[in-house]
């Protein structure tokens, strides 16, 4: 099974990059560039899956619409990232 998933990268004031993944709750990281925050949230988003399905959770569906809280970042973008789930689950 496949899954696609918004991610907000929000540019810090140091240059990083914030990663959040606004469907799964608390579900966020950072990178030092573009690319690897990417990459980052594709690797946080598959464990934050992996461990709803292995504990029989239902799996969030990517949302319609959210609201992100950018504080201090200097700059906002929107991303979409897919990553793949082993085992067949719910998703909500």
Known sequence: ???TYTVVLLREQDGRYSALIPA???????????????RMAEEAAAL???????????IPADPDSFTV??????AATVHHITIGLEEAAPVA
């Open 1 to 3: 099974m496949r899954l």
């Open 24 to 38: 799964l709750s608390g579900c966020a990281t950072w990178g030092d560039d573009v690319p690897h925050a990417l």
């Open 48 to 58: 934050y899956v992996e461990s709803l399905a292995a504990h029989g959770q239902p």
């Open 69 to 74: 809280e950018v504080g201090d970042a200097t």
